[in-house]
Structure formats: structure tokens, C-alpha cells
Nanobody, 125 residues
Framework: VQLQASGGGLVQTGGSLALSCAAS????????LGWFRQAPGKERQFVAA????????YYADSVEGRFTISSDSAKNTVYLQMNSLKPEDTAVYYC???????????????????WGQGTQVTVSS
């Protein structure tokens, strides 16, 4: 399984960025894709998640209303549209996949089995 995250970069406060996570190597119909982020010296933090069908989405309170997660199953790709960015959004963003065949949390990184390599997002003040 491979998850390839892309789309990070440098943006000013209030700006927008769109991240992509291309998934390959298996059928993901029983999986959810999530985005996590990790700033220097801080723990990895949940950002958003979506079931592969797109029927359910989950957001951290800190990004609700500013970020939108979506999926395109035909392209095996999940997107994270980030608007109204703030300096505190600066982090390395990772996409990850978890099996949804049994009850488990969407918010805990330990529930995600597959991880991408991360993409840097920097928001300047």
C-alpha cells in the first residue's frame, strides 16, 4: 500500500492550499482516509477523515469550517482543501488509511495502519 501526499507549500495568513493523497496498492472500499499534522515539538494531531465512499466526514474542532475533506474514488485520491489558513496550521501534514470494518476511532493516529510520507505546510504571519 502506498499513500502519496502532495500539495504543501508556503502561504500567507488567510490564504488557501489544497492537499492531495493518492492511494494505491489495494482496494480501499473498506477504509477511511485521514489527515494528521505534526508541528515541531508537538504530538501528531488529527485534522480530518473521510470514509472512502465519502458518506462520512470528521473534523478537528480547530479546522471545522475552514478545511474540507473530499474523496474521488475513481482516482483513488483524497483531498484536503484548506482555507483561511493561520500560522498555527503550520505543520507537516500526513495522510493515513484505516480499516473501518470494526468499530474504532477516526481521531486516534494509532488506529491508522498505512501512512504517507508527509507534506510541509507553512503559513506566514
Amino acid at each position: 500500500v502506498q499513500l502519496q501526499a502532495s500539495g504543501g507549500g508556503l502561504v500567507q495568513t488567510g490564504g488557501s492550499l489544497a492537499l492531495s493523497c493518492a492511494a494505491s496498492g489495494r482496494t480501499f472500499s473498506s477504509y477511511a482516509l485521514g489527515w494528521f499534522r505534526q508541528a515541531p515539538g508537538k504530538e501528531r494531531q488529527f485534522v480530518a477523515a473521510i470514509t472512502w465512499s465519502g458518506s462520512s466526514t470528521y473534523y478537528a474542532d480547530s479546522v471545522e469550517g475552514r478545511f474540507t475533506i473530499s474523496s474521488d474514488s475513481a482516482k483513488n485520491t483524497v483531498y484536503l482543501q484548506m482555507n483561511s489558513l493561520k500560522p498555527e496550521d503550520t505543520a507537516v501534514y500526513y495522510c493515513a488509511a484505516k480499516f473501518i470494518g470494526r468499530p474504532s476511532s477516526y481521531f486516534r493516529s494509532a488506529e491508522y495502519r498505512y501512512w504517507g510520507q508527509g507534506t510541509q505546510v507553512t503559513v506566514s504571519s
